[in-house]
């Protein structure tokens, strides 16, 4: 009986250990999922989950290896968590063992007593960027934990629109490819271009195979370390205004409130998310209390008298902020206790209010942290840089530099403005060549860099009037300098750590005419005071366009971004490893956008968040100690 009631015990005792190992097992494989689920990736398993060409800019700024963050306050026992690896006090990763993890954070579950704040993102890569700055702020305002969701890049037909969050929810609901992963080696093109009578014809099939391929295809998720330096920021926050520790952040690769119950161990959402939700795309605004006492009495609130708090601003700028319904006390939002604070929309750029020093300082620091490190891009863009420095010298180009501008015509307002828009960038170039004049007169001759023929100074302008271009713009964006668009002096060119080889497009003895490309030809015929331009736009084949028609005569020397084809074929290459997806349509503007950043000067479109993306994020970082431009 003994021995029986022993071998049962052992018997018990091998079932428990073996349902333990596959226990260990299976956390193991769940722990190691790429980081969207439902983007089944054909990598081979020994391959690193990132996107094709290195998606890392080497350089001194890529300083990964962190120790452990501190504790999260209000926990009882302590349990530290590191905000760059996510582990519950594991020592950080090598920089050589993180470079397969810069596509995402490490998956971990929930510290006790971790809060928690989400948010759902909507719209473009650069609203989606505001948001993401907003949505880090916030979280260091509250000392919670950001949910970081991935970065959604789509094409017009299939962009996430701002809708009411159970809307959203669908929206994103619908980003789903596993049962059409056979698109993954078709090429969708085939069907971009069919007419309706060719569609009509097709057999039904064969249309249904169209529609869910060219859904595959026309968008696709990366995380955000993929294009930004996010680790550096979190980790280099220390010490700005109050900020005591590192900015938290929790991936969170699935928009789905379900994921979020599971994967935050919650057990009653309607006690433990509190959600601030947004039945218009201004419902609310987080107002920034911590230093100013709106309240009447304690959880009784009265609306801001903007004209007091925001003496700064002009009375068409706070017409502009009270399109807000409702204003949320920052201090209101410190007392929440329940596990996760989940928004809507957090996107505008004064949808997070900064009113304290501490976090204006904060504000400033995540805005200017936010680096690309994305090394095609700034390869791409080094070498489109360099092309555009030979042709300026081979064509006999006396200012230093080119001139960067961005033009947006697409979409409602814009397309409406455009052609004030253009007028004030004419005006503007026509500032700008006075003040090349005034920097050329200090010179009395000056050498043609191409032909070597002299030429005197205080050649007559084009000549161009003066536009009213007053027009009502996103305080936000609106910046401390003077309406003087550059300084009297005409700037160095930006120094590069690499300047890739360029061949020139001239022959040294000016032969070759009839290679030359028709544009640098009427460039070389200008007068040499006329400026190297490089324009980011999204005019469809603006060489050809009537809207750039006179511009291009007034100013040959203009450049667009498909004068770059060795650019191009950088970014040609790239597919997102998870879904085959090719990656150049949205790699496009951030190139358009850097390389127009490294002008010696900058002008762009009103009331553009791709305009404030340049000048408020890459002007900085390639001109540091210059003045931004004016918006």
């Not at 250990?17 to 769940?30: D, E, G, K, N, Q």
């Not at 026992?77 to 993180?98: A, C, F, M, W, Y």
């Not at 008298?305 to 601003?313: A, C, G, I, R, T």
């Not at 324009?535 to 028609?549: C, G, I, Q």
């Amino acid at each position: 009986m003994m021995l029986k009631q022993f071998m049962t015990d052992q018997s018990k005792k091998r079932i428990f250990f073996i349902c333990l190992v596959f226990s260990m097992v299976l956390f193991f494989f769940a722990v190691n999922l790429q980081w969207v689920p439902y983007l089944k990736s054909t990598v081979p398993d020994n391959q690193p989950k990132v996107l094709q060409g290195n998606a890392t800019h080497k350089g001194p700024t890529n300083t990964l290896s962190v120790p452990p963050g501190p504790s999260i306050s209000g926990t009882q026992n302590e349990t530290k968590v590191d905000p760059i690896d996510g582990q519950h006090g594991q020592p950080s990763l090598s920089d050589e063992e993180l470079d397969q993890f810069k596509d995402m954070f490490l998956p971990r579950p929930p510290a006790d007593g971790e809060l928690f704040l989400g948010y759902l993102p909507h719209s473009g890569f650069h609203n989606q960027l505001i948001t993401l700055e907003n949505a880090l702020r916030l979280a260091a305002y509250l000392n919670r934990t950001l949910l970081l969701p991935p970065l959604h890049l789509s094409h017009k037909r299939e962009a996430l629109a701002w809708k009411e969050p159970s809307v959203l929810l669908r929206q994103w609901a619908r980003r789903n490819k596993t049962t059409i992963e056979y698109c993954r080696d078709v090429d969708a093109s085939v069907w971009h271009h069919t007419t309706k009578e060719e569609w009509d014809a097709m057999p039904k099939a064969e249309r249904k195979k169209g529609q869910e391929c060219l859904f595959y295809h026309s968008w696709t998720v990366t995380p955000w370390t993929y294009f930004y330096n996010i680790p550096k920021l979190l980790k280099g926050v220390v010490g700005v205004g109050n900020q005591k520790e590192p900015i938290r952040v929790f991936s969170r690769p699935v928009m789905d409130l379900d994921w979020l119950s599971e994967h935050l161990e919650i057990q009653d959402p309607s006690k433990e998310i509190y959600f601030v939700n947004d039945t218009s795309r201004y419902s609310y605004r987080v107002a920034d209390d911590s230093e100013i006492d709106y309240s009447v009495d304690p959880g009784s609130e009265k609306p801001i008298n903007y004209e007091e708090e925001y003496p700064e601003l002009t009375p068409k700028q706070i017409a502009y902020m009270r399109r807000y319904e409702a204003d949320v006390l920052l201090t209101n939002l410190q007392k929440r206790t329940e596990k996760v604070i989940h928004f809507g929309s957090l996107f505008a750029s004064d949808r997070v209010d900064a009113r304290s020093k501490p976090h204006k300082l904060l504000k400033k620091f995540i805005s200017d942290g936010m680096t690309l490190w994305n090394e095609d891009i700034l390869d791409a863009t080094t070498l489109a840089e360099s092309q555009i420095e030979v042709w300026r010298k081979e064509t006999g180009r006396v200012a230093p530099g080119f001139m960067g501008l961005h033009f947006r015509t697409e979409d409602g307002e814009f397309e409406r403005m455009a052609p004030k828009n253009l007028e004030r960038i004419v005006a503007w170039l026509g500032e700008m060549e006075k003040l090349d004049r005034k920097y050329l007169e200090t010179k009395p001759v000056v050498e043609r860099q191409a032909g070597g023929e002299p030429v005197e100074d205080g050649d007559e302008d084009d000549g161009d009037d003066d536009v009213d271009d007053e027009y009502t713009d996103d305080p936000a964006h609106t910046t401390t300098t003077t309406s003087n668009p550059s300084q009297d002096v005409v700037p160095e060119p930006v120094n590069e750590p690499w300047t890739p080889p360029v061949t020139p497009v001239l022959a040294p003895n000016n032969t070759g005419e009839d290679s030359l490309p028709v544009f640098l030809k009427k460039c070389r015929e200008a007068p040499p005071e006329s400026p190297m331009i490089f324009m980011a736009t999204d005019v469809h084949d603006p060489r050809n366009s009537p809207m750039l028609e006179k511009f291009l005569v007034k100013y040959p020397c203009t450049t667009f971004l498909s004068d770059f084809p060795e650019s191009m074929a950088i970014l040609d290459k790239i597919r997102n490893p998870v879904d085959g997806v090719q990656m150049v349509v949205y790699m496009i503007a951030l190139m358009d956008a850097n390389l127009a950043a490294k002008g010696r000067e900058f002008q762009g479109t009103e009331r553009s968040t791709f305009t404030a993306y340049i000048i408020n994020h890459l002007w900085p970082e390639y001109h540091p100690g210059r003045e931004i431009p004016p918006m």
